[in-house]
């Protein structure tokens, strides 16, 4: 073995949390070598969701004559666009006889306050206080319940995208800190790709993480948010190749005069 060597290690999985464990466990002589772990590769598809059925899929809507409804979307990453196109299709469906929908209910984002705005006519409502609301994502308060004709804007900016940092975490390497939380992350970086499409990132200049172990026969990767929270990847594959980097140790040498 030369004075630095390298192993590599492929896991793949569907989800955020993979494993994988070696038929032949790698030993580390830490009498001679210095071994630390590093993220070499991943890749994936950003289909992650900004809206989860159970957690803040859903608000309450009012036509003209009619009492609240409640609306849910299903799992899925929605823009703003998107969401305002799912509630009115949702209302012509369920009141085939209503028209010019479109016109009386629009949910619109406003580009110079990163604010979400209701634009409703008489007869038409919003009430955010439901079980698994989505008022944050929108910037609404949990307690907010609008009734037309008017114009009624959020309080705060669109959280449209919550997961805004992916970070990937070992269970063989030392804690660092994210956010102010201990985690064992060895890479994190932004999403830069749009909905649906692959994410991938292939490193030329390794970040190494010291190891908490000198044999490696379970190797476990689980990728958090910025906040630390599990992303849902939605069972998409993932793939990752971990570089092991393998340094020995040079013995001191004393010069006696």
Not at 103 to 125: C, H, V
Request: proline share 4%.
């Amino acid at each position: 073995m030369e004075k630095e060597d390298n192993i590599e290690f492929i896991v793949t999985g569907k989800g955020s949390d993979i494993a994988v464990d070696l038929n032949e466990p790698v030993s580390i002589p830490t009498d001679l070598y210095d071994g630390k772990l590093g993220l070499k590769s991943f890749s994936t598809y950003n289909n992650i969701p900004n809206i989860e059925c159970g957690r803040n899929n859903s608000l309450k809507v009012k036509v003209p004559n009619q009492d609240y409804k409640v609306f849910s979307l299903d799992t899925g990453a929605y823009e703003l666009k998107k969401i305002n196109e799912q509630i009115v299709s949702w209302i012509k469906l369920d009141n085939p006889k209503l028209e010019k929908v479109e016109e009386k209910f629009r949910l619109i984002g406003n580009e110079a306050t990163s604010k979400a705005e209701f634009l409703l006519k008489p007869g038409y409502g919003v009430d955010f206080n439901v079980p698994n609301s989505m008022f944050e994502v929108l910037g609404f308060e949990k307690s907010t319940a609008v009734e037309g004709p008017g114009r009624f804007v959020a309080k705060e900016i669109i959280n449209i995208v919550s997961v805004k940092q992916i970070v990937f975490n070992c269970n063989l390497t030392e804690s660092n800190f994210v956010n102010g939380h201990v985690s064992p992350f060895i890479y994190n970086c932004g999403i830069d790709v749009p909905v649906g499409f692959r994410l991938s990132r292939e490193l030329t200049d390794i970040s190494y993480k010291s190891l908490t172990t000198s044999q490696i026969s379970h190797i476990r990767l689980w990728v958090t948010d910025q906040n630390g929270a599990a992303v849902n990847l939605r069972d998409d594959d993932l793939t990752v190749t971990l570089s092991l980097k393998l340094t020995r140790k040079v013995s001191r040498v004393s010069i006696v005069s």
